[in-house]
């Protein structure tokens, strides 16, 4: 007696003597989950430099007001971290493609334009970033040229300047791969599936 999984029966597209239809690889997958990856562990590093900041203002109100014992350079360190974090958020927000935007017009367009404007849009805000890197790292070198620090606990402003602009540079390339380059590599994937698809049912005999 056969097994019941031997007796499955034919696909419509087997039983007209037809092979499957043709499916294309295009889509980088690995790409995508290894960019999904990266984009955690960035905002997963945010989110720690978040909850730092969080506990040192809290631990500085309550030293301050129950104990009147504030925490000394509290409000640099708080100010050093929110730049971290926001800079390092970058990274984050173009991997997953979550910046803002305003859709009013845009989503008026015909779906054919999309990914063209979407291309545009990436490239302008990748030149943007590349922007706010050149010239960050510029004042960071200032900054650096007469070793300055902060006030109270000296500590060196330079090394901070030069981690936002690396990490607003890394911005624009994940943004103008993510946002402007991709989709229209996906679009052109799925032009030549359609032709591929095309051609291969006008190449199939009629059953």
């Known amino acids: 007696m056969s097994h019941p999984a031997d007796l499955r029966p034919e696909t419509t597209q087997e039983a007209a003597g037809m092979s499957p239809p043709v499916t294309s690889s295009v ?7 290894a960019l999904g990856r990266g984009g955690m562990v960035l905002a997963a590093l945010g989110g720690l430099l978040l909850t730092a900041m969080m506990g040192l203002t809290v631990a500085d109100v309550i030293g301050r007001y129950l104990f009147n014992a504030p925490i000394k350079g509290a409000a640099e360190m708080t100010e050093v971290l929110l730049c971290a974090t926001i800079f390092l958020g970058l990274g ?5 493609d979550d ?3 305003v859709d009013l017009v845009t989503d008026r367009l015909p779906d054919a334009i999309q990914p063209y404007r979407k ?6 805000s990748a030149v943007v970033l590349f ?3 050149w010239r960050v790292w510029i004042y960071a070198g200032q ?8 006030t109270n606990l000296g500590i060196p402003i330079a090394p901070l300047g030069y981690f936002c602009a690396i990490c607003a540079f890394a911005g624009g390339i994940i943004t103008a791969i993510v946002s402007g380059i991709m989709p229209v590599l996906a ?9 591929a698809q095309s051609t291969h049912d006008k190449s199939t005999p009629e059953g």
């Not at 984050?92 to 997953?96: D, E, F, G, N, Q």
């Not at 291309?119 to 302008?124: D, N």
């Not at 900054?143 to 902060?150: A, E, V």
């Not at 679009?187 to 032709?195: A, E, I, Y």
């Open 143 to 150: 900054i650096g040229g007469y070793g300055g620090t902060t």
């Open 99 to 101: 910046h803002v935007v």
């Open 27 to 33: 889509e980088p997958v690995a790409s995508l989950k």
């Open 119 to 124: 291309f545009a849009i990436g490239l302008f």
């Open 131 to 133: 922007v706010v890197a």
């Open 92 to 96: 984050a927000v173009s991997l997953s």
């Open 187 to 195: 679009l052109f994937g799925r032009r030549r599936t359609d032709r």
